[in-house]
Each structure stands twice: as C-alpha cells, then as structure tokens.
C-alpha cells in the first residue's frame, strides 16, 4: 500500500469516529426538553455569539499561556530531575520513598496550600499545573535514563566520553522516547488542572468562563464552553504528535526498520 493511501486511511479512521458521535450526539438530543441537557443544535447556535474574539483574547489566550507556561517548568524540572535520579543507584535509594509520597498526592489538593504561599494570580496556576506535569516527566525521564544500553554506555566510558557529552550524544538520545511518553502524559494532566486552578479565585481563562456559564445558569454557553475545551485538548495533541515525530524521526525510522526485517520491533 501507498503512502498516499496510508496517510488517507489514517486520516479517514481518525475522523469517523468524532463523525458518528456528533451524529448520535445531535439525533438524540435533537427532541430533548431538558434545561440541562439542551439539543446540540442550540448548542452550536449559541457557539459564535459566546465564543467571539474578544473571549477568545480574555479567556482562552491566558488559559493557553498558563498551560504552557506550567508545562514547560514541569519539562525543564522533570527531564533535570530525572537525569540526575536515573544515573545514580544513591540518589534513587534516597529520593524514591519522598517522590513516592508526593506522586500520591493529588495536585487539587494542593491548590489551596498553593494559594497560601504564591496568591490567586497567574503564578498559583502555573504552580498547580507544574506540580501536576512533572511527575510523569520525571518518572519516564528515570526509566529512560536508566535503560541506556549497557554496550553502548561501555564504549562511551573506554572513549574517555563524559560530563555533558556523554548526556548529550548518550543519555538524552537513548532516553528521549521514555521522555516524550512521560511529556505527551504530561500534556492532559495539564489540561485538567488548567480548568481546575482557573476554577478557583480567578477572573480570567475557559475554567473561569465555564463556571460563570454555570452559575448564571446560561447553560447552553456552558457546553460550548466543554466543546472549546475539547477542541484545544485535541489541537495541542496534533501540534504535540508533529513535534514528537520531528524529533523522534531516528527512532520511529529504526522501529520501522525492524518490523520490515521481521526483527519484532515493539
């Protein structure tokens, strides 16, 4: 088979799915009397009025910042911890039980003791989000650091290659996969608490507006409010999944490789 036709299967399986669901979503609510469940079809007639550029701009903007702002302190911390904790037996025997201890703990929970110390302005939000990325970072980042290839670790130490050369041509390729697992994990843990941290104390993002939506019982701009919120969540896995591809080329080049050299590549 084609690429051409590969790539039109893919794009053809990916839409037939949301198709059908908007369809039963429309058809069955189509009849519906219920003030809280309205039919779709108001929903959708209410969506330009209420999301035009000027909410675009107050609400989704800022939320859009946020989220990227927490994710990025949650890579940079996740991928620097987890170096550090992969590559030494010590420093995993005396950080597991702690991390094991704040893994635990929901990020929600800690939205209040957030506020206590960084305020109700962006950084308690940022916080929160951080707070929650980081974990899958970290933990993949480990895993990946601590698979690097024995062999190939091996000839790096008999090459006199160490300090940041070795991390940079050893470590991070061989764990980079691992830390693409943990960060595309990563991504809707901070949509959530995106939504959850906007929920309280704020005056701006699509958290804030949902629940203003809600309290003023405009019921129908709430939905639009969860449809936007769908939407960005699957706009930000597209934009993900390209970088991914771009920079993980070499490996899905090698996994592709092997299954066509019968090598059972996972």
């Known amino acids: 088979m084609s690429r051409t036709l590969r790539a039109l299967r893919a794009a053809v399986l990916a839409v037939a799915l949301p198709c059908v669901l908007v369809a039963v979503w429309w058809f069955a609510s189509d009849a519906s009397t219920s003030f809280y469940a309205p039919p779709l079809r108001t929903i959708l007639g209410r969506f330009d009025d209420t999301w035009t550029a000027e909410r675009l701009q107050d609400d989704v903007l800022p939320s859009v910042l946020r989220l990227l702002a927490g994710y990025a302190v949650a890579g940079v911390v996740g991928v620097a911890l987890g170096v550090v904790i992969g590559s030494s037996r010590r420093a995993r025997a005396a950080c597991e039980p702690a991390l094991e201890f704040l893994r635990a703990v929901p990020p929600p929970v800690l939205v209040p003791v957030i506020m206590l ?150």
């Not at 290659?161 to 470590?171: C, E, K, Q, S, W």
């Open 117 to 266: 110390f960084a305020g109700i302005g962006d950084t308690m939000k940022i916080a929160v989000i951080a707070s929650g990325c980081v974990w899958p970072v970290l933990l993949n980042t480990t895993a990946g650091v601590r698979s690097v290839d024995r062999v190939a670790a091996e000839t790096a130490r008999s090459y006199g290659i160490g300090g940041a050369a070795r991390l940079r041509h050893l470590v991070l390729p061989a764990a980079s996969p691992q830390i693409f697992a943990g960060l595309r994990q990563a991504l809707s843990i901070g949509v959530i608490l995106m939504v959850i941290s906007e929920m309280y104390a704020s005056s701006s993002g699509l958290g804030f507006a949902v629940v203003e939506f809600q309290r003023s019982f405009a019921v129908p701009e709430m939905w639009t409010g969860i449809l936007v919120l769908g939407l960005l969540g699957v706009v930000l896995a597209l934009l993900f999944r390209l970088v991914e591809r771009r920079a993980l080329g070499w490996y899905h080049g090698s996994r592709g490789a092997r299954r066509k050299a019968g090598g059972g590549g996972a």
